[in-house]
C-alpha cells in the first residue's frame, strides 16, 4: 500500500482544478470548514458542520457525503464506496509508543467486519503547513499501522493551539486516503 507523503501544500495543487473560481469566498467564510481531498478519486470537496453527539462530529459535503470524527481522526465515512463504518481510534495525537485500532466495514454479506490493526507513532518534526494563503507552524505525527497484510501509515500536523491542521489518513483499500485542510473548526 502506499505510503507517500502528502504535499504540505496539498490544497494549492487544486489551483488549476475549475473549483478554484470557488475559492475566493474562503477568505470571509466565519462557518467552520475542512476541505477534503479523496487521493483515489481525485476528488475535492468542501466539508460544513452538520451535528455533534459526544466526542464525535460529523461534517457533509454539498453531494451528501459524509464524515465522522472523534477528535483529529476519522471514525466514518459515507457515500465514498467502501466506507469506514465506524473505528476504534487512540485518545490522542503522540510522538512516540504504540496503540491499537480498529476500523469496522461491511462485508458481502452485510456484516461488520473488523480490521485490526497495531499501530506505532512518530514524530517526524516541525514543519510549516501552507493552507491555502495561510502558513501554520506544525508539529508532525506519523501513524504506521499493520493489520495482517495491510498497512496503512496517517499523517497529522497539529498546530500550536493544538488544532489539526492538515492530515491524510486511510479510510479503506477502495477508497484508499483522504488528505483534510482544516481551514475553521
Same mark, same amino acid.
Given at each position: 500500500?502506499?505510503?507517500? +507523503?502528502?504535499?504540505?501544500?496539498?490544497?494549492?495543487?487544486?489551483?488549476?482544478?475549475?473549483?478554484?473560481?470557488?475559492?475566493?469566498?474562503?477568505?470571509?467564510?466565519?462557518?467552520? %470548514?475542512?476541505?477534503?481531498?479523496?487521493? +483515489?478519486?481525485?476528488?475535492?470537496?468542501?466539508?460544513?458542520?452538520?451535528?455533534?453527539?459526544?466526542?464525535? +462530529?460529523?461534517?457533509?459535503?454539498?453531494?451528501?457525503?459524509?464524515?465522522?470524527?472523534?477528535?483529529?481522526?476519522?471514525?466514518?465515512?459515507?457515500?465514498?464506496?467502501?466506507?469506514?463504518?465506524?473505528?476504534?481510534?487512540?485518545?490522542?495525537?503522540?510522538?512516540?509508543?504504540?496503540?491499537?485500532?480498529?476500523?469496522?466495514?461491511?462485508?458481502?454479506?452485510?456484516?461488520?467486519?473488523?480490521?485490526?490493526?497495531?499501530?506505532?507513532?512518530?514524530?517526524?518534526?516541525?514543519?510549516?503547513?501552507?493552507?491555502?494563503?495561510?502558513?501554520?507552524?506544525?508539529?508532525?505525527?506519523?501513524?504506521?499501522?499493520?493489520?495482517?497484510?495491510?498497512?496503512?501509515?496517517?499523517?497529522?500536523? %497539529?498546530?500550536?493551539?493544538?488544532?489539526?491542521?492538515?492530515?491524510?489518513?486511510?479510510?479503506?483499500?477502495?477508497?484508499?486516503?483522504?488528505?483534510?485542510?482544516?481551514?475553521?473548526?
Amino acid at each position: 500500500m502506499s505510503s507517500a +507523503k502528502p504535499s504540505k501544500d496539498a490544497a494549492t495543487a487544486t489551483s488549476s482544478s475549475p473549483a478554484k473560481g470557488d475559492l475566493s469566498w474562503i477568505e470571509t467564510n466565519t462557518k467552520p %470548514l475542512i476541505i477534503v481531498l479523496v487521493e +483515489k478519486m481525485e476528488g475535492m470537496a468542501f466539508l460544513s458542520f452538520q451535528v455533534q453527539n459526544g466526542p464525535y +462530529k460529523t461534517w457533509r459535503t454539498k453531494n451528501g457525503a459524509s464524515y465522522t470524527f472523534k477528535g483529529p481522526f476519522v471514525t466514518g465515512t459515507k457515500a465514498l464506496g467502501a466506507d469506514l463504518v465506524s473505528a476504534s481510534v487512540p485518545a490522542s495525537i503522540q510522538s512516540s509508543g504504540s496503540h491499537r485500532r480498529t476500523h469496522y466495514y461491511l462485508d458481502g454479506d452485510d456484516q461488520v467486519a473488523p480490521l485490526q490493526a497495531e499501530c506505532s507513532w512518530t514524530f517526524v518534526g516541525a514543519e510549516t503547513t501552507q493552507i491555502l494563503n495561510k502558513s501554520y507552524a506544525t508539529k508532525h505525527y506519523k501513524e504506521s499501522c499493520v493489520a495482517g497484510e495491510i498497512g496503512f501509515k496517517n499523517d497529522y500536523w %497539529l498546530d500550536s493551539s493544538g488544532i489539526t491542521r492538515q492530515s491524510r489518513q486511510f479510510v479503506s483499500e477502495t477508497v484508499g486516503y483522504v488528505s483534510l485542510l482544516v481551514i475553521l473548526e
